[in-house]
């Protein structure tokens, strides 16, 4: 759980779930842009919100990073189950 949480903390406070990326200094932004979570973010406050204007490119943002997480995993299990 500890190896799970050293991934995910940094991944959400470096994205726009809690700041607006506007607010942001210039280097974290950077890395806010490099983040899936903000794309999924974007996503989910324009669905609930009922203004959905990037929802095409949230979502080939967040299938690309799905595809490259799963290539990674299954390039990695073969070395973990030996």
Not at 59 to 82: D, I, K, M, N
Request: hydrophobic share 50%; with cysteine.
């Amino acid at each position: 759980m500890g190896f799970g949480q050293a991934i995910t903390m940094p991944l959400f406070f470096g994205s726009s779930a809690l700041y607006p990326v506007s607010v942001m200094p210039d280097w974290l932004q950077a890395v806010s842009k490099a983040n899936p979570l903000s794309y999924e973010v974007d996503a989910l406050r324009g669905l609930l919100l009922g203004t959905p204007h990037h929802l095409a490119s949230d979502f080939a943002v967040l299938c690309v990073a799905a595809t490259l997480g799963v290539g990674a995993a299954s390039a990695l299990l073969g070395r973990l189950a030996r």
